[in-house]
């Protein structure tokens, strides 16, 4: 016999039932990263409308076991259904998404979820804090900010190399479209950068230097913090240290308050055998410094 549901039960049923939706791109962000665009169907379409700042949640049965995994949604309120995936070494999940998905594959996803989501309703000076994947939520919420002409959006971006760098391409053009309302910072922990500032982890040590110098903390009315729970605890209290209310700091983490942190990813350098030389290629404007063999590689093999 058919239950009868309770004024709201309904919506809870439809926003916790997974969907197939089909794949309709998948664009390489850098070597180990992907951006994925799902096609939502008309009669899909109000309830995979989502936040700013939401996640979608992917199903995938593996040798008989329901694999469920998170992805942070990187498109501006309004725009296509797409998330940003890294690949984790040895990932049951992103390595599959990131190396085999292809166009008209289909995924069984949940409509979006989360709560890591601004307020929009009126404009404000929001500053991003982010490293790594974590770029991912933080690029919509910037994104979907800046549409308010007195909005204002900091954003503070950490990486290895700038050849791991997601969204270089869109970050660029939101600082082309809005060069006085959006400062981008980007921080490399292993390439020099044009100031010593810049070439750093986001550790509490170069976050209170990098926030010190070139943020106006203070102008500042939300923070909104997503990276490897290391530099967002850091953050949290280096912001505190400034004098910024707790309530006005929002995180994002990647695993449940109640679970055992993820060990943090280590990423070694490939080497170079023999005689070499340091080549520093300049690409739109952005520096990388290479290291290759004097012989048998071009400088295009090795960027």
Not at 143 to 149: E, N, V
Not at 193 to 208: F, V
Request: a negative charge; charged letters at 25%; hydrophobic letters at 40%.
């Amino acid at each position: 016999m058919p239950r009868t549901l309770r004024a709201g039960q309904g919506d809870l049923v439809l926003r916790t039932s997974f969907h197939p939706l089909t794949v309709a791109a998948v664009e390489p962000l850098c070597d180990d990263a992907a951006a994925i665009t799902f096609a939502v169907p008309d009669e899909l379409a109000e309830r995979y409308a989502f936040r700013a700042g939401q996640s979608l949640t992917l199903r995938r049965v593996v040798d008989g076991r329901d694999e469920r995994r998170s992805y942070s949604l990187c498109a501006p309120e309004g725009g296509p259904l797409r998330i940003g995936v890294r690949e984790v070494p040895d990932g049951l999940f992103s390595s599959w998404l990131v190396r085999d998905l292809k166009p008209g594959d289909v995924v069984e996803t949940l409509p979006p979820l989360g709560s890591f989501v601004p307020d929009l309703s009126a404009p404000a000076h929001h500053a991003l804090i982010g490293a790594g994947s974590g770029i991912t939520p933080l690029l919509s919420i910037a994104a979907t900010a800046l549409a308010d002409p007195k909005a204002r959006v900091t954003l503070l971006y950490g990486n290895r190399r700038s050849d791991s760098v997601m969204f270089v391409d869109e970050l660029a053009d939101l600082k082309d479209q809005y060069p006085d309302r959006f400062h981008l910072v980007h921080v490399l922990s292993r390439e020099p950068r044009e100031s010593e500032l810049l070439s750093c982890r986001l550790d509490a040590e170069h976050l209170r230097a990098v926030l010190g110098g070139l943020v106006d903390v203070p102008s500042v009315d939300h923070w909104w913090l997503c990276g490897p729970l290391g530099m967002t605890e850091d953050a949290r209290s280096v912001l505190g240290a400034f004098g910024v209310a707790g309530e006005r700091i929002h995180r994002e983490l990647f695993y449940a308050e109640d679970e055992e942190p993820p060990a943090p990813l280590t990423h070694t350098d490939a080497t170079v055998d023999g005689p070499s030389a340091q080549v520093e290629l300049t690409l739109d404007g952005r520096v990388t410094t290479l290291t290759m063999p004097l012989q048998g590689a071009t400088i295009l093999d090795a960027a």
